[in-house]
């Protein structure tokens, strides 16, 4: 059964860091493109980060997120620093053979993880 678990999202303050994972089981990690897509209430999904072979980075995050995966325990990471306000949203991890193509167009995706960046 294919399955994406994501965790680590938190409440912190602006400035700090967070790291997320997502859980893959059901194919192994470096067979679709996969990343991370967010979405904040009222806003359009966006596109955060995906890796297949090289990596993409919204220009949002760049220089502040960075996109890992480990293949042995077929899990990806997104470490998050110097959170602002506006990274503010529930985070998804995702997959997909067009995932990192530019569209961002996803077939498997989790249940999402809060995050809340606030004073």
């Known amino acids: 059964q294919l399955q994406l678990v994501e965790s680590g999202g938190d409440l912190v303050q602006p400035g700090e860091s967070l790291r997320l994972s997502c859980a893959v089981s059901g194919f192994p990690l470096d067979y679709y493109a996969i990343g991370w897509f967010r979405q904040a209430p009222g806003k359009e999904r966006e596109g955060v980060s995906c890796?297949?072979?090289?990596?993409n980075y919204a220009d949002s995050v760049k220089g502040r997120f960075t996109i890992s995966r480990d293949n042995a325990r077929n899990t990806l990471y997104l470490q998050m620093n110097s959170l602002k306000p506006e990274d503010t949203a529930v985070y998804y991890c995702?997959?997909?053979?067009?995932?990192?193509?530019?569209?961002?167009?996803?077939?498997?995706w989790g249940q999402g993880t809060q995050v809340t960046v606030s004073s």
């Open positions: 995702a997959a997909g053979p067009n995932f990192c193509s530019g569209s961002w167009e996803y077939d498997y």
């Open positions: 890796i297949s072979g090289s990596t």
